[in-house]
């Protein structure tokens, strides 16, 4: 006989991936480099694609903002800020960042960066001075914590605790280059701790300097 009661398998819960200007996983973007050519020869990066595939994207809820990131084959990020929801007309900051250096960690160093070096007045990095863009009343700035969920084009998400500071040194456009340092820790497979300290540089674009291509 049929089973008329068979229950029905339960449905795959949907996933509220980031996306927003169109930009999602599995889209590209062009990015319009003629605002910033008399600059790039400043950046830290020596080369910016001109088109980028997004093969990733996290969101950091922060409360009254909320922070889409768009990673590409370009070792870059794209950081959308957002306030008030996430429409296009939510947006108040764009930044691409390239990612400088990735710096694994063991716990007594992951200590020393989060008391010491992260929040730190400024930052060298190849000869070139930032400075420390939040600002406290102390001459150390404990690093801003945050939690990005971070998803690819499966199913599947990550989490990663994220205690973070931003620089940035004047171009001579009356610009600025962007540090952004972040010490990172998150469970591998075998359910321990891994921590690293990551390095990226960047630049701010307006609107206009992005097509996204879909």
């Known amino acids: 006989m049929f089973n008329f009661f ?66 590409t084959d370009d070792e870059a990020w794209l950081q959308v800020v957002c306030e008030g929801g996430e429409l296009e007309e939510n947006i108040v900051d764009v930044t691409l960042f390239h990612y400088y250096d990735t710096l694994h960690v063991n ?10 070096k992260i929040g730190a007045p400024t930052y060298s990095l190849e000869g070139r001075e930032y400075e420390r863009v939040w600002t406290s009343i102390a001459t150390y700035h404990p690093p801003v914590a945050m939690q990005e969920k971070t998803f690819d084009d499966t199913n599947d998400i990550s989490e990663t605790d994220q205690f973070v500071m931003l620089f940035e040194r004047a171009l ?20 321990q701790l891994e921590r690293c300290l990551v ?11 992005i097509r996204v291509n879909g």
Request: negative net charge; aromatic residues 6%.
């Open 199 to 209: 390095i990226s540089t960047g630049v701010k674009l307006t609107s206009t300097q």
């Open 6 to 71: 068979k229950k029905k398998p339960p449905p795959v819960p949907s996933i509220n991936k980031p996306e927003v200007m169109g930009l999602c996983v599995g889209s590209s973007f062009d990015i319009d480099k003629l605002a910033f050519q008399l600059i790039l020869e400043e950046l830290v990066i020596s080369g910016i694609a001109d088109t980028q595939l997004i093969q990733g994207a996290g969101r950091v809820d922060l409360g009254s903002s909320v922070l889409l990131r768009f990673y």
């Open 172 to 191: 001579s456009d009356g610009s600025f280059e962007q540090l952004y340092l972040s010490g990172e820790e998150s469970l591998n497979d075998n359910n």
């Open 107 to 116: 716990a007594a160093e992951w200590d020393d960066i989060l008391a010491n």
